[in-house]
């Protein structure tokens, strides 16, 4: 891995689009776009002790903290472009920002707008939609897709394989085991403005459990501290402190059934 950035990097530096830190390790394959779809540029900034792996792509409005690691074949701050959550989108770019010490392994996609927080690793080929926020100390595994807008806290564990549906929020320290599955529309209409209802995320709260192999019907709450049991089908709201499992999930705990 090269020392120093590939030779368009510093053209873009010259022209201020770019600022890389001199001790940021670059691989001399990886790339930079500044400008996004409607042509508007913005600065990408790497800095001090970054490593960026072959074939990466930063686009403009890329800020990589101190440490940060972007594996090979990596995407940080695409542009995203036609039809997503009930709106066109014409592929304009915004800033994206990665923690210090921050981990995309390789292939990961982290689209232009994602805030991801110190010291958290994002897993091979994990998908991040426009617009999520991740706390620090969090660790998501590979193979998961987070919709738009979804906003997941500080120390939570998403295991490989799960679906995030749109504008979700997950609570500090919450757990998300693999292949879970969450739902934001009661009513599952799309592209259909005369009937179209306003999205409704499930919610994990602070320190929750969600089994392997769960589903999360559209507007339910995992109170903070429940449990939800491998493969249950989650209906209606949990209370907190609460152990439900099933299909359709019941409380096992002593809480109301």
């Not at 320290?173 to 999205?199: M, S, Y």
Request: a positive charge; hydrophobic letters at 40%; glycine letters at 16%.
């Amino acid at each position: 891995m090269s020392q120093q950035p590939p030779p368009e990097w510093a053209a873009a530096a010259a022209e201020g689009l770019a600022a890389v830190a001199a001790d940021a390790r670059i691989h001399p394959t990886a790339q930079l776009i500044p400008a996004d779809r409607t042509g508007h540029r913005r600065r990408i900034v790497i800095g001090p002790r970054c490593r960026i792996g072959a074939f990466a792509v930063l686009h403009g409005g890329t800020d990589l903290a101190a440490d940060t690691e972007i594996g090979h074949g990596c995407v940080v701050g695409e542009p995203e472009t036609g039809y997503a959550l009930r709106a066109y989108h014409r592929g304009e770019g915004a800033a994206t920002r990665i923690g210090t010490g921050a981990v995309l392994r390789a292939g990961a996609v982290a689209y232009a707008g994602v805030e991801i927080g110190p010291r958290t690793t994002v897993g091979h080929h994990t998908l991040l939609r426009t617009g999520v926020a991740i706390g620090a100390d969090s660790q998501l595994g590979h193979h998961l897709t987070v919709e738009r807008g979804v906003r997941i806290g500080a120390g939570v564990r998403c295991s490989p394989g799960s679906h995030l549906t749109a504008d979700m929020h997950i609570g500090d320290g919450a757990f998300v085991g693999a292949g879970v599955r969450t739902i934001n529309d009661k009513r599952l209409i799309w592209r259909d403005p005369a009937r179209q209802q306003p999205l409704a995320p499930p919610r994990i709260d602070t320190g929750a459990k969600v089994g392997t192999g769960a589903i999360l019907l559209a507007g339910v709450v995992i109170g903070a501290r429940a449990l939800v049991g491998a493969g249950s089908v989650v209906t209606r709201d949990v209370a907190a402190d609460t152990v439900v499992y099933g299909g359709p999930a019941r409380a096992r705990n002593g809480g109301t059934p």
